[in-house]
T-cell receptor
Framework: SQKIEQNSEALNIQEGKTATLTCNYTNYSPAYLQWYRQDPGRGPVFLLLIRENEKEKRKERLKVTFDTTLKQSLFHITASQPADSATYLCALANTGGFKTIFGAGTRLFVKA | DTAVSQTPKYLVTQMGNDKSIKCEQN?????MYWYKQDSKKFLKIMFSYNNKELIINETVPNRFSPKSPDKAHLNLHINSLELGDSAVYFC?????????????FGPGTRLTVL
């Protein structure tokens, strides 16, 4: 069955450092991969999308890589800030898909 | 302005009751979704609707019945509530289900079944 794995343990880093979150998947060939941010008590908020034919995508302090051979995506937050503390969800979907599969998320804590 | 809204935000009820959760989006999107997020934080899709038509039903028990009176609304009615139904339910919308559309989520409804 399709499976998405994200770091189950929380990630603790110091302010100013780069946070790197991992998303691995199996039994799936997604057309695109998305990253969402979720704060406690709120719905997920879209951050970045990368297509299967793209290797890397950037947006301000965020960078996403997508390796379809390794079936892995890395999500980087550079110059991290305490306000970046949240849960980050990886999501996969196919073209023509009304169905997006989400990972359980990785909790990030950025200490001042 | 709220893009995707849900009511109520909290819902506490007894086993066996019937309850509804309402969702509205003012983004003009064609596609709407219901997700369930359990205690392990997995966000699992339940239903997808496109232009008021059911597209995806992820083997959800038939106690759950979505209703889309128009493109802007997708309500979720749950009959004979069970303890295992306790979770946070999120409504979402996207411009269309075809292609890499990002989804806009509502604030969630925390359902507690006692």
């Amino acid at each position: 069955s399709q499976k998405i794995e994200q770091n189950s343990e929380a990630l603790n880093i110091q302010e100013g450092k780069t946070a790197t979150l991992t998303c691995n998947y199996t039994n799936y060939s997604p057309a695109y991969l998305q990253w969402y941010r979720q704060d406690p008590g709120r719905g997920p908020v879209f951050l970045l999308l990368i297509r299967e034919n793209e290797k890397e995508k950037r947006k301000e302090r965020l960078k996403v890589t997508f390796d379809t051979t390794l079936k892995q995506s890395l999500f980087h937050i550079t110059a991290s800030q305490p306000a970046d503390s949240a849960t980050y969800l990886c999501a996969l979907a196919n073209t023509g898909g009304f169905k997006t599969i989400f990972g359980a998320g990785t909790r990030l804590f950025v200490k001042a | 302005d709220t893009a995707v809204s849900q009511t109520p935000k909290y819902l506490v009820t007894q086993m066996g009751n019937d309850k509804s959760i309402k969702c509205e989006q003012n983004l003009g999107h064609d596609t709407m979704y219901w997700y369930k997020q359990d205690s392990k934080k997995f966000l699992k899709i339940m239903f997808s609707y496109n232009n008021k038509e059911l597209i995806i039903n992820e083997t959800v028990p038939n106690r759950f019945s979505p209703k889309s009176p128009d493109k802007a609304h997708l309500n979720l009615h749950i009959n004979s509530l069970e303890l295992g139904d306790s979770a946070v339910y999120f409504c979402a919308s996207s411009p269309q289900g075809l292609g890499p559309d990002t989804q806009y989520f509502g604030p969630g409804t925390r359902l507690t079944v006692l």
